[in-house]
């Protein structure tokens, strides 16, 4: 089954506004990284994540900081958040991506001999 728009913005409703063409080319990209004789019957997932995460990601702008939001602050009010070191480079950015890196400890390709 190929990984549509449509199902993107089932997964992430936050990309509703979003033309098909833009959702289109970050599953074009998320295709290009997942390979689907490995991934097997997880591949739409892992494709419809990684998507998510790469449009979140491209939200985000150029000049963003890496990693998840440490801490927010609204006048006198804060709150810090825990943050994990090990963030599997900007996969650890998003849920979507946390949520694809976990689909991909589940792969396990085939050896060559």
């Known amino acids: 089954m ?3 728009p449509e199902a993107v913005r089932a997964l992430a409703p936050e990309f509703d506004t979003l033309a098909d063409e833009r959702i289109e ?5 998320a ?8 991934w097997g019957v997880r591949a ?7 998507t998510a995460h ?3 990601q491209s939200k985000k702008g150029a000049g963003a ?12 009010v804060s709150q810090s958040y ?6 599997q480079g900007s996969l650890g950015a998003t849920h979507y991506g946390r ?4 689909l991909r400890g589940l792969v396990f390709a085939c050896r060559v001999v």
């Open 2 to 4: 190929a990984v549509t």
């Open 54 to 56: 790469l449009l979140t």
């Open 44 to 50: 739409d997932d892992g494709v419809m994540y990684l």
């Open 25 to 29: 080319l970050f599953i074009a990209q």
């Open 99 to 102: 949520e694809f890196l976990e």
């Open 31 to 38: 295709e290009r990284r997942v390979n689907r004789a490995a």
């Open 82 to 87: 825990a943050v994990s070191s090990d963030l």
């Open 65 to 76: 900081a890496p990693g998840p939001v440490s801490s927010v602050s609204v006048g006198e």
